[in-house]
């Protein structure tokens, strides 16, 4: 299990108004780097393990929804900001809903022990 986590992007699916967030194992970091006059930001490539982290509403049971009071907070996230208690378990990659096979690089984040 990875013992870091920390915020990448927010994900909201427009079908089920469900919010999922995804994170890395370390903060992404990137480099400026200058082509053709033009300044650009090149990420620096660094082993990154990558993860899916699911809410679920304790007053409902269900998963976090888009309207739930939280994500507004959630939107405010910049990539790399550290999420304290919640890990990614390497051992329980995310599957392909059509195939169930493992998607490349990508865990679930559980809450840490």
Request: hydrophobic share 35%; aromatic share 8%.
């Amino acid at each position: 299990m990875s013992n870091s986590v920390f915020f990448s992007k927010l994900r909201i699916n427009e079908e089920y108004k469900t919010v999922t967030l995804y994170v890395t194992s370390e903060p992404r970091q990137q480099a400026t780097s200058e082509l053709e006059g033009i300044n650009w930001g090149v990420r620096k490539q660094q082993e990154v393990v990558n993860g899916q982290l699911n809410l679920v509403d304790l007053d409902t049971g269900n998963s976090l929804k888009s309207d739930h009071p939280v994500v507004k907070k959630f939107k405010t996230y910049k990539p790399g900001k550290e999420l304290k208690g919640f890990v990614i378990n390497t051992d329980a990659p995310v599957r392909d809903l059509e195939t169930g096979e493992p998607l490349r690089n990508l865990y679930w984040v559980e809450a840490a022990q």
